[in-house]
């Protein structure tokens, strides 16, 4: 099988000739000329390339993107300029610095920004990308985060949601009613566009929300959404990248065909033989702990084999990727781990 | 307990930062110790905290807004202890290692650590060995504690406690550390005294850290 053919097999609940392992483009793309990497494609390593069948085009928004020098470091300076108010954000070297929403006036902005967004197909610019890219990787329409975790991931930041969740309900309502509108919007258009896989890049971490949040923003979200993706014939993943324990129940009822990014502790709080036994008939899509790359070459052989054999006894509806940290010996180690899911061969 | 102290108390468990301000000064005012204030109504409350985020009570923004409200009191609070020469449970710095830009796991504990009666000196994040060696020698710290989100980072704790160890003042403090991908084994092999899975049970080891 090519690695888009047992991908398939993977998103249909088949049994692929191995289990799949791929990388996030992201995480590769910085050294993707390296030549350390074609042995691996044609040992079956495939990697994933999220693009958008989408695209938001916003009213009456002025944006001014600036970099700047601070203390000697470079800084970015995200402007949103709008009839009632501007926010901006910073970032050092890719991290927020200052988030958008940091006071009551600021959701305000950001909700007459989110209401003036417009949510339009950009499937002829989806296929034009997905046609160009290499034969080991495969191409995944997105439809972003749901409301509440683009408040808390896009826009606040943890430490300021934590606080405006009590501070400032009414305009966090008024943002997230406003985002949900968009987000149905996008999801209407991703459902009549291309792909089989739709990624909900939701970044969800069960300690930032806890179930009865999670009961409340993104339960009725996926139960309201994720069935017209269904309908349209297509699976959705949520990347749940941290810890699921505290919501497991809930998790077991949303409408989620894949958990994505699922990791086992220690940054995780699930062993996958858990996870398999609170889900079992999730796909599941998971990194090996970044702290498992750095084993010596028959203890990561062993912790492949041993995840395998808890995350999918049967072979089927289980993925390995690279969706977070990117193993810093990654020309010696990601070799060892698809060596080792030859094993898994049927 | 006291009926404006319990007032506190509870304030504090809802994270009701104003109640929090509204309080302090009546029970200052109605004569009550800012010792028993801190010890009884604050301390206490922010323990409870640790103990309902262990439980999966709190999870959080439980935690974020439980501890403003115990800054806000600690605030009015501090004059007074200060003029009392109340003393803290200790004195910590605490940073995010060098090469490491994540600064939420460290703030949470700082402020647990805070919220326990802990002086907390918080030296930010990718925070320099020198850094850690120079904040020993000045201040009169007890316990260093090293935060790590990344594996790549992990290194980091190792070259700070090397550091502190060829200054010569590894024995004057005790070393924690904590962050996602830290483990109890990994904390042993480069040298730590303590290793906490997260900002509530990081509490209960700084306690036992300068009791020992």
């Not at chain 1, 009414?170 to 149905?184: I, K, V």
């Not at chain 2, 809802?14 to 929090?20: E, H």
């Amino acid at each position: 099988m090519t690695i888009r053919e047992r991908i398939d097999a993977f998103w249909s609940g088949e049994r692929p000739d191995q289990i799949p392992y791929t990388i996030y483009q992201n995480e590769w793309r910085h050294t993707a000329d390296d030549p350390a990497w074609t042995p691996m494609y044609a040992n079956g390593l495939g990697v994933t390339w999220y693009l958008r069948s989408f695209e938001w085009k916003l009213r009456d928004v002025e944006i001014v993107d600036q970099p700047y020098v601070e203390n000697g470091k470079p800084m970015r300076r995200l402007t949103q300029r709008t009839p009632v108010g501007e926010i901006h954000a910073t970032w050092a070297d890719g991290w927020n610095q200052k988030y958008f929403l940091e006071t009551a006036a600021d959701y305000r902005v950001l909700t007459y920004i989110i209401r003036h967004t417009d949510v339009v197909p950009a499937y002829d610019a989806y296929l034009a990308k997905a046609a160009q890219l290499p034969p080991h990787a495969i191409a995944i329409p997105e439809i972003w985060r749901t409301p509440l975790q683009r408040i808390l991931v896009d826009f606040a930041g943890l430490e300021n949601f934590g606080w405006h969740l009590s501070e400032y309900a009414g305009e966090l309502q008024a943002l997230y009613d406003a985002l949900l509108d968009n987000f149905r919007q996008v999801v209407e258009v991703v459902a009549k566009g291309p792909g089989r896989y739709v990624s909900n890049l939701e970044n969800f971490t069960a300690d930032s929300l806890g179930p009865r949040r999670y009961e409340k923003y993104l339960l009725p979200v996926y139960e309201e959404c994720f069935p017209i993706l269904h309908a349209a014939g297509k699976l959705v993943g949520s990347h749940y990248d941290g810890r699921t324990k505290s919501c497991r129940a809930q998790i077991t009822r949303a409408p989620i065909d894949l958990i994505e990014s699922l990791t086992p502790p220690p940054e995780g709080d699930q062993t996958l033989a858990e996870a398999r036994a609170a889900w079992p008939d999730k796909l599941f899509w998971s990194n090996l702990n970044v702290g498992g790359y750095e084993l010596p070459p028959k203890e990561l052989k062993e912790l492949v084999l041993k995840r395998v054999a808890e995350g999918s006894p049967d072979g089927r509806r289980f993925a390995f990727e690279v969706s977070e940290q990117y193993p810093a010996n990654w020309r010696d180690s990601m070799p060892v781990v698809l060596e080792a899911l030859k094993e898994t061969r049927g | 307990m006291d009926p404006i102290i319990r007032e506190i108390y509870d304030a504090i468990l809802a994270g009701n930062s104003k109640a929090v301000e509204a309080k302090v000064p009546v029970a200052l005012a109605a004569g009550l110790a800012p010792k028993q204030i801190l010890e009884e109504g604050m301390i206490a409350a922010m323990a409870e905290v640790g103990r309902l985020f262990e439980e999966g009570e709190y999870f959080v923004p439980e935690m974020l807004i439980a501890a403003r409200a115990m800054q806000a009191g600690l605030a009015l609070l501090k004059p007074r202890l200060k003029e009392g020469n109340v003393q803290s449970a200790g004195r910590v710095a605490i940073g995010s290692v060098l090469g490491d830009l994540h600064d939420i796991g460290k703030n949470l504990v700082a402020m647990m650590l805070e919220g326990a009666g802990f002086e907390v000196l918080d030296l930010g994040t990718n925070v320099t060995p020198a850094k850690f060696v120079a904040t020993v020698t000045e201040k009169d710290v007890r316990i260093i504690a090293l935060s790590a989100l990344l594996t790549t980072t992990m290194a980091s704790m190792k070259t700070t406690i090397d550091a502190l160890a060829q200054a010569g003042v590894r024995g004057k403090i005790k070393i924690m550390v904590g962050g996602a991908p830290i483990t109890e084994v990994f904390a042993r092999q480069i040298g730590a005294d303590g290793y906490a899975p997260d900002a509530s049970r990081a509490v209960a080891l700084a306690k036992s850290l300068v009791a020992a």
